[in-house]
């Protein structure tokens, strides 16, 4: 099983700043098979990035996903308000079940 | 627009039994797998079950294996969970959430999830 490790745990941010979570799997991510997903307090994941770089559909492009193999990266060129919120990796692609996820990484007003 | 709406959460005691619902709408249902992740409080994401778009293929986390039950009804538009045995443990929000076509594991779109409370 790969498991996915996220970095930081917290990252303090002003609105304006560029973002950049980490993701690190424990063994290579075939095909790249890795995504992103957005929480919100309260609310549901929503899909980001897959592919590790392909956007989900109606995702602004200030989001963008890039890397391979074990290291991937999710950069927020520049923080809006509504981006404050806890962001999960997640590998997929292979049949049920499906990869694990992170344990998250939240991105938190300075 | 697709719309996916659990329903079924509630407070039980432990050993108790409860049936998740989620409801689906805008998009052909009997065309995608289907999948219940849940979260734990101020937890991360666990993947539960997941059941193949005709029902005949599913698959339990091993954390539930033997004591949740997935299902399907096509002609309802409807996903369930039948959860049996409950512990402690297993008291997280339960969201509903379709795979992505020809994406295994993918989940492309999540309900707003509905909560299990195991408690005495």
């Known amino acids: 099983e790969i498991v996915l490790t996220q970095s930081p745990g917290t990252l303090s941010l002003s609105p304006g700043e560029r973002a950049t979570l980490s993701c690190r799997a424990s063994?290579?991510?075939?095909?790249?098979?890795l995504a992103w997903y957005q929480q919100k307090p309260g609310q549901a994941p929503r899909l980001l990035i897959y592919g590790a770089s392909s956007r989900a559909t109606g995702i602004p492009d200030r989001f963008s996903g890039s890397g391979s193999g074990t290291d991937f990266t999710l950069t927020i060129s520049r923080l809006e308000p509504e981006d404050f919120a806890v962001y999960y990796c997640?590998?997929?692609?292979?049949?049920?079940?499906?990869?694990?996820f992170g344990q998250g990484t939240k991105v938190e007003i300075k | 627009e697709v719309q996916l709406v659990e329903s079924g959460g509630g407070l039980v005691q432990p050993g108790g039994s409860l049936r998740l619902s989620c409801a689906a709408s805008g998009f052909t249902f009997s065309s995608y797998e289907m999948n219940w992740v849940r979260q734990a409080p101020g937890k991360g994401l666990e993947w539960v079950s997941y059941i193949s778009s005709s029902g005949s293929t599913i698959y339990y986390a091993d954390s539930v294996k033997g004591r949740f039950t997935i299902s399907r009804d096509n002609a309802k538009n409807s996903l369930y969970l039948q959860m049996n045995s409950l512990r402690a443990e297993d008291t997280a929000v339960y969201y509903c959430?379709?795979?992505?076509?020809?994406?295994?594991?993918?989940?492309?779109?999540w309900g707003q999830g509905t909560l299990v409370t195991v408690s005495s």
């Open positions: 997640q590998q997929y692609g292979s049949s049920p079940p499906p990869g694990t």
């Open positions: 959430a379709r795979t992505k076509i020809l994406v295994p594991g993918l989940f492309d779109y």
């Open positions: 063994q290579s991510v075939s095909s790249s098979y």
